[in-house]
């Protein structure tokens, strides 16, 4: 299992992408067509601590607030809350809605543990399924910050993400270069995902007269020439209890 580390998650925002893309050859098992993957992933956190305006990665509020409603409605959510405060267990599960396998199917299930039933809940271990590494594992991270931090008799020093496949896309990687404040020539370009990478860049990424009519690649054109702006998107902001439907009607960029 590859095993990776970090501060908080904004750490593992900011600097993940960026390392991979630096270093292909020390965390990609291997490159399929623009995906670079990872399997059996491990990610550790020292706190959950997360300010990210993942509006820069292009998204809208509302794919958030979408995001949370796929995985945890509010009814299990507080029923999971009243659990975790009245407990006599040292371990416990919440499952995540899977109905959708497109969306929250990302996401199967979090676990809380502590040595004695007499402690606050110290270890988080969080379990997916599959995630891009760029842009989309960003907001799971501000979700799961947003639901730790409603969760009652908690002191969460330790957070686990297990990751059955990881994936990171070219496409994202370069819509997204200016956030992550890297060169695409700074990859290697003797690894596979590395020479692609480099090809992405150079076949759609450098003429903003030429965006391609595959909406993904698009969205991420549009992003990295400044052709659409998105509201910043301040993290604890975000209510998971009384949640409201956004009323921002446009669709969020995918």
Not at 31 to 51: A, E, K, P, Q
Not at 146 to 158: A, F, G, M, W, Y
Request: net charge neutral; hydrophobic share 35%.
């Amino acid at each position: 299992m590859n095993t990776l580390n970090f501060k908080n998650f904004d750490d593992c925002i900011y600097n993940l992408p960026r390392e991979i893309v630096k270093h292909p050859e020390d965390y990609l098992d291997y490159t399929v067509g623009v995906l670079g993957y990872i399997d059996n992933l491990r990610l550790t956190f020292d706190s959950y601590d997360c300010v990210t305006d993942v509006s820069l990665l292009g998204f809208k509020k509302n794919k958030i607030t979408r995001t949370i409603n796929d995985v945890l409605d509010e009814d299990r959510l507080s029923d999971f809350r009243a659990y975790l405060a009245t407990s006599s267990q040292t371990c416990c599960m919440i499952d995540f809605e899977t109905r959708n396998y497109s969306k929250g199917g990302n996401l199967i299930s979090m676990t809380f543990s502590r040595h004695d039933k007499r402690m606050k809940w110290k270890l988080c271990s969080v379990y997916m399924r599959t995630v891009e590494l760029s842009r989309d594992l960003p907001v799971y991270l501000v979700l799961l910050n947003r639901i730790l931090s409603v969760l009652p008799n908690c002191s969460i020093s330790e957070i686990n993400i297990f990751v059955m496949q990881a994936n990171i896309s070219c496409y994202n990687v370069c819509g997204c270069a200016d956030f992550y404040d890297i060169g695409i020539e700074e990859t290697n370009a003797e690894h596979p995902f590395g020479r692609t990478l480099i090809g992405t860049q150079k076949n759609y990424f450098t003429d903003p007269s030429k965006l391609s009519k595959y909406i993904s690649l698009r969205n991420m054109q549009e992003l990295k020439f400044g052709l659409k702006t998105y509201k910043p998107i301040v993290v604890n902001t975000i209510n998971l209890l009384g949640r409201q439907d956004d009323k921002d009607s446009e669709n969020c960029c995918r």
